[in-house]
């Protein structure tokens, strides 16, 4: 571009420039140059300035010229033109929509040609930059009646079936991506459109459901929006006898139908699944009843999920089992879409049949294999390794997504079998033939990473609904939830389990080396040169603390127990010195705010206030020395009375100083003062008595020896009574104005527990 053109953009930054202008330079503008240029078009000038529909249209035959070019630069560059002018220009939208979607059809038609998208990386990112220009100007149709029924509606068809056509043609992932979550948003806002091509786009989908790629889950979400639309599952048989012949009425429902229908299909092939560990573990009878329960298939839905290639499991190659893993796995992915998108109709579920499927997983990892194959380790270890994966990652998050679904109401009427469902992980956990129950340090140390995926839905199930799962808790489950309290101070604790099975070892070379076998102790000598560091610095080989994350994840499961239930005096003494030990302050002041009911416990107070640093200076202070909201009290109060005073004195016309000389020098009769005396108690008293009593009484005698020496005992009573209350009014005063400057004054002592 010429340097003339460029003292124009100096001289008109940020100003109307002429669209003549910018269809002249477009073809030769830089990055930097074209920025400016689309940074002017969003200004409302073009609305606003005297534009016509001809300096419009010359702009745009400039931008079709330059997007058909052969030039991939000057085709991005119409591109991003478009873009702003179809988002910032209601003119330009509602007059050139039609022309510039068909431009961007007939080019996407050519890039599928000679195979343009697979030739280079400049390709695919022009060819996203023109998918994105697509989605994005039928976007900006959608909504409006008259575009959306002359532009959109009759060019949108011939582009969904474009892509769906040539989508089985494309072998890269992220070329796949891109039509995935294009053809993903018209699937949901234009069904009517999509619905001639949906059985096609279905097919693509289940043929590469299964692959574990980055793209599954994209995929289980296309594949679950497919079925907003009504798929033929029928048969053949059905249509030629003309089954769907009056179901016209029926027209609203049949995608509600299809959706639940698929969603019993699910629990079908979790039962499918489940049966195969019947040939495996020595399962229970109540197991076993649990299993039966589950739904079979039916004609309803038997064939939705054929479509998914047949497991190949053999136990002479162990590591064929955890196919069942990844299978159980894409059909939680399923569910979980299933019942969390949006649709039009109601989604109906058997609550109980999920519930009954966690917990047969779950309780899996706690039966033995069968008699045959418990002497094949390779068996034991694959299998072990695989029960514990279905448990944590299967069976947990089928009852966290009925848990997140409004605030856990599905399960809240089940509240009674989730602790004894999620009892079974800890199970594993205890030391082998321990009646009291204790943990085994090394077992919980091997399976952290699954444990903050427990313990992180034990806080969501303690704050759901605002804590009621957990407040309503009997006797038995308290006893299960003191066992996870248990289980994660024990989480929290380092790490020595290491240091034993290395001191365990010392003693085995040790013995070795005094030995009468020769050949064993060179053996041992050749392996102590560089391992003697094992049995010489066994500690140094131990991970002293849990990471940080599982800490607070495991701190969050404690607080939010100790908010909401009063746990058995020796767990929460463990809890308080692990938390002493962490010096973890939230934790601290949880257990001070909530204390045990039972009269042995001992407040960690005093232990707290001696580790007291800034950090815990404020809670600290609140807590030790409580600021009751008494002279609040007083001083509402008494602003009321001397308000309601002042009112009625204005009523009647009367200064405060003539009120004061009238209060010294009138005597009233004893009627009046009786009538008062009744008014008085009528009035609510006041919360300052006890502050002010010694002064009030110290007053008092003093009147009762005046009215010994007068002889007309009621004037004078009358008469100091209105000092006494004058009095006490100023002494009171001054003990709130020297509150503040640490005046002496009892502070009531407060029953913490």
């Known amino acids: 571009m010429s340097s003339n053109i460029g003292s124009v953009f100096l001289q008109s930054h940020g100003s109307y420039i002429p669209l003549s202008l910018i269809a002249k330079n477009l073809e030769q503008c830089s990055v930097n140059e074209l920025e400016f240029f689309l940074y002017n078009l969003r200004s409302n000038n073009y609305i606003s300035q005297d534009v016509t529909i001809n300096d419009y249209t010359v702009l745009i035959n400039k931008l079709i010229k330059m997007f058909n070019s052969q030039s991939v630069f000057d085709s991005w560059k119409a591109l991003q033109v478009f873009n702003v002018l179809f988002s910032y220009n209601p003119i330009v939208l509602c007059s050139f929509s039609k022309t510039i979607l068909k431009e961007l059809a007939n080019k996407l038609e050519f890039m599928f040609k000679k195979q343009r998208l697979n030739s280079s990386s400049t390709s695919k990112e022009f060819f996203k930059s023109l ?3 697509i989605n994005n100007l039928i976007k900006l149709l959608r909504n409006k009646p008259v575009l959306k029924r002359e532009v959109l509606i009759p060019n949108l068809a011939p582009i969904i079936k474009l892509f769906v056509t040539k989508l089985q043609d494309i072998s890269d992932l992220a070329l796949i991506e891109i039509f995935i979550d294009f053809l993903k948003d018209l699937l949901v806002n234009n069904t009517s459109v999509f619905k001639p091509y949906v059985n096609k786009y279905y097919q693509f989908i289940t043929t590469r459901l299964s692959e574990e790629t980055y793209l599954q889950n994209k995929l289980v979400e296309s594949f679950v929006c497919c ?23 029926f027209k609203t429902n049949l995608a509600q139908v299809q959706w639940n229908n698929t969603i019993a299909a699910i629990l079908v092939e979790f039962k499918k699944l489940i049966s195969l560990y019947e040939d495996i573990l020595d399962i229970d009878e109540y197991t076993n009843s649990i299993i039966s329960k589950l739904p079979t298939e039916n004609n309803e839905n038997e064939s939705i999920f054929k479509f998914l290639p047949l497991l190949k499991l053999d136990l002479n190659d162990a590591s064929t089992l955890f196919q069942i893993n990844s299978r159980m796995n894409l059909f939680v992915q399923i569910l979980k879409n299933f019942i969390t998108l949006p649709t039009t109709f109601q989604i109906k579920f058997n609550t109980e049949y999920f519930i009954n499927v966690s917990n047969v997983l779950i309780s899996l990892q706690n039966f033995k294999l069968l008699k045959g194959l418990r002497k094949d380790t390779n068996v034991i270890s694959c299998l072990s390794l695989n029960l514990i994966s ?26 009674a079998q989730i602790l004894p469902i ?23 140390m091997t399976q952290k990473l699954q444990l903050m995926k427990l313990f992180a839905f034990l806080t969501k199930l303690a704050l ?7 407040s309503n808790m009997k006797e038995g489950d308290l006893e299960i939830w003191n066992g996870f309290l248990s289980l994660a101070v024990n989480l929290l604790k380092e790490d020595q389990s290491l240091y034993y099975k290395l001191q365990n070892y010392t003693n085995t070379v040790n013995d070795a080396k005094n030995g009468s076998s020769g050949k064993k102790k060179s053996n041992l000598m050749k392996k102590t040169d560089t391992i003697s560091d094992i049995y010489t610095v066994p500690n140094a080989f131990c991970s002293a603390k849990v990471s940080n994350s599982l800490s607070k994840i495991v701190f969050d499961f404690l607080i939010e127990t100790i908010k909401k239930i009063r746990v058995t005096t020796n767990v929460r003494t463990l809890i308080e010195k692990q938390a002493i030990a962490d010096a973890n302050y939230e934790l601290m002041k949880w257990l001070v705010i909530n204390p045990s009911l039972e009269s042995s416990n001992q407040s960690i107070l005093p ?9 815990i200076k404020d809670w600290l202070r609140s807590v030790i020395i409580p600021k009751l909201p008494q002279n609040f009290i007083q001083q509402h109060s008494q602003a009321i009375i001397e308000k309601s005073a002042k009112s009625e004195m204005n009523d009647a016309n009367i200064d405060e100083d003539d009120m004061w000389i009238e209060n010294d020098a009138e005597i009233v009769n004893e009627d009046e003062v009786n009538e008062e005396e ?8 006041l919360k300052k008595q006890k502050l002010s009593a010694p002064v009030v009484e110290g007053n008092t005698e003093k009147e009762v020896a005046e009215e010994k020496t007068v002889s007309e005992p009621i004037a004078p009573l009358v008469i100091e009574t209105s000092k006494i209350e004058v009095k006490t009014q100023e002494i009171v005063q001054e003990v709130r104005e020297n509150d503040d400057e640490g005046s002496e004054l009892e502070i009531p002592e407060l029953d913490l527990s």
């Open 678 to 685: 009744e008014e008085e108690k009528e009035q609510p008293p």
């Open 464 to 470: 759901s609904n605002n804590g009621m799962i957990i």
């Open 131 to 133: 998918v994105f220009s």
């Open 422 to 444: 999620l009892q079974n992980f800890m199970i594993p956990l205890y030391n082998n033939g321990d009646k009291n129950k204790t943990f085994n340090l090394n077992k919980i």
């Open 607 to 615: 232990i707290v206030s001696s580790l007291a640093d800034s950090e």
């Open 390 to 415: 279905l448990s944590y990652d299967i069976g947990l998050p089928i009852l966290e997504l009925l848990l997140n679904l409004k605030d856990g109401v599905h399960i809240l009427s089940f509240s």
């Open 227 to 249: 079925h907003l639309i009504n798929l033929n599952y029928q048969t053949s048989s059905e249509k030629i006898n003309g089954n769907n012949a009056d179901t016209k009425h």
